[in-house]
């Protein structure tokens, strides 16, 4: 079991006006809303950070929002898109490690057309980033790529570069959750990617959990970490049945699409989806922010109630 300190991080939304610009103001109320929370911010994500549909540009004016608003608050990092090669995740890191940020999230590489790479260009590629990078990195093992990152290569890349700080693991299969805490042995940090496993990677030793929930109720993400650090565990069970239920409710709604559409109708900062990604609509919104009512999430986040 690890001593390290538990925690949980949101992957942010980034806010766009309903003409597809970025919407600087509503990012700047969103952020806000989860510094006010105390949950950690990844930003420019490729899932609920539509970080594929921003320019270099917009990307690093993200960036600078989220440092005036976040930073020295809560921890803030880049976690940027799934890379086809080192230059990309290097130029991420130059821009974040420019602005401020305090970390970035190296992504698995993804080089397109079902290809997965064999151990050995793991590890060249992974080498290649961190022997140019010098800010802190976080590793990430993702089920969207088709594979995991070996553990015994993890292990390896956390003895020759003491900036990795942490891995975001997002596997469903536990047994390889299990190794991988196992051969860390506490050295970094583990978050589970997705709320679904979070009080098993707890139970196992691992420091807490990523989602895209914290986006909607980040008060309720924090409670669940806040209550186990306590030991309250039928307080921390309770609150993270309603993470599961808020959860389930955005999946089936059509995720962060969905999500945007609750929060504007519960008056809350957050914007529009930018093109590919489309509205819901107004049934699927209102549905969701009902789930939201119903679970007393508006006194939990201190809304008006």
């Given at each position: 079991?690890?001593?390290?300190?538990?925690?949980?991080?949101?992957?942010?939304?980034?806010?766009?006006?309903?003409?597809?610009?970025?919407?600087?103001?509503?990012?700047?109320?969103?952020?806000?809303?989860?510094?006010?929370?105390?949950?950690?911010?990844?930003?420019?994500?490729?899932?609920?950070?539509?970080?594929?549909?921003?320019?270099?540009?917009?990307?690093?004016?993200?960036?600078?929002?989220?440092?005036?608003?976040?930073?020295?608050?809560?921890?803030?990092?880049?976690?940027?898109?799934?890379?086809?090669?080192?230059?990309?995740?290097?130029?991420?890191?130059?821009?974040?490690?420019?602005?401020?940020?305090?970390?970035?999230?190296?992504?698995?590489?993804?080089?397109?057309?079902?290809?997965?790479?064999?151990?050995?260009?793991?590890?060249?590629?992974?080498?290649?980033?961190?022997?140019?990078?010098?800010?802190?990195?976080?590793?990430?093992?993702?089920?969207?790529?088709?594979?995991?990152?070996?553990?015994?290569?993890?292990?390896?890349?956390?003895?020759?570069?003491?900036?990795?700080?942490?891995?975001?693991?997002?596997?469903?299969?536990?047994?390889?959750?299990?190794?991988?805490?196992?051969?860390?042995?506490?050295?970094?940090?583990?978050?589970?990617?997705?709320?679904?496993?979070?009080?098993?990677?707890?139970?196992?030793?691992?420091?807490?959990?990523?989602?895209?929930?914290?986006?909607?109720?980040?008060?309720?993400?924090?409670?669940v970490i806040e209550h186990h650090r306590r030991g309250e565990?039928?307080?921390?069970?309770?609150?993270?049945?309603?993470?599961?239920?808020?959860?389930?409710?955005?999946?089936?709604?059509?995720?962060?699409?969905?999500?945007?559409?609750?929060?504007?109708?519960?008056?809350?900062?957050?914007?529009?989806?930018?093109?590919?990604?489309?509205?819901?609509?107004?049934?699927?919104?209102?549905?969701?922010?009902?789930?939201?009512?119903?679970?007393?999430?508006?006194?939990?986040?201190?809304?008006?109630?």
């Amino acid at each position: 079991m690890s001593d390290r300190r538990a925690s949980t991080f949101v992957i942010s939304l980034t806010a766009f006006r309903e003409d597809g610009a970025l919407d600087e103001a509503g990012q700047r109320g969103h952020f806000r809303r989860l510094a006010s929370a105390g949950i950690g911010v990844y930003v420019g994500g490729s899932g609920s950070g539509e970080g594929y549909v921003l320019t270099r540009d917009e990307r690093r004016r993200l960036f600078e929002i989220a440092r005036e608003e976040l930073s020295g608050r809560v921890p803030v990092r880049a976690m940027g898109v799934e890379p086809r090669s080192a230059g990309e995740v290097i130029e991420l890191a130059r821009d974040a490690r420019e602005v401020g940020l305090d970390a970035i999230q190296l992504y698995s590489l993804d080089q397109g057309h079902g290809y997965r790479p064999r151990p050995e260009e793991l590890e060249r590629y992974l080498g290649d980033v961190l022997d140019a990078v010098d800010c802190p990195v976080v590793l990430s093992s993702h089920q969207a790529m088709g594979y995991d990152l070996p553990s015994s290569l993890v292990a390896r890349i956390v003895e020759r570069h003491p900036n990795v700080i942490g891995i975001n693991f997002t596997h469903q299969a536990l047994p390889g959750l299990v190794r991988m805490l196992e051969v860390l042995d506490g050295r970094i940090d583990l978050h589970v990617g997705g709320p679904m496993q979070a009080l098993t990677a707890l139970a196992l030793g691992a420091q807490g959990f990523l989602s895209s929930e914290g986006n909607l109720a980040p008060r309720l993400c924090v409670s669940v970490i806040e209550h186990h650090r306590r030991g309250e565990l039928a307080a921390r069970d309770a609150a993270f049945a309603k993470v599961l239920r808020l959860f389930t409710a955005t999946q089936r709604g059509g995720g962060m699409s969905a999500a945007k559409g609750a929060l504007r109708r519960l008056g809350l900062p957050g914007g529009w989806p930018r093109r590919p990604r489309l509205p819901v609509e107004a049934s699927v919104a209102a549905d969701l922010a009902g789930c939201f009512e119903a679970l007393g999430l508006r006194a939990v986040e201190g809304l008006d109630v």
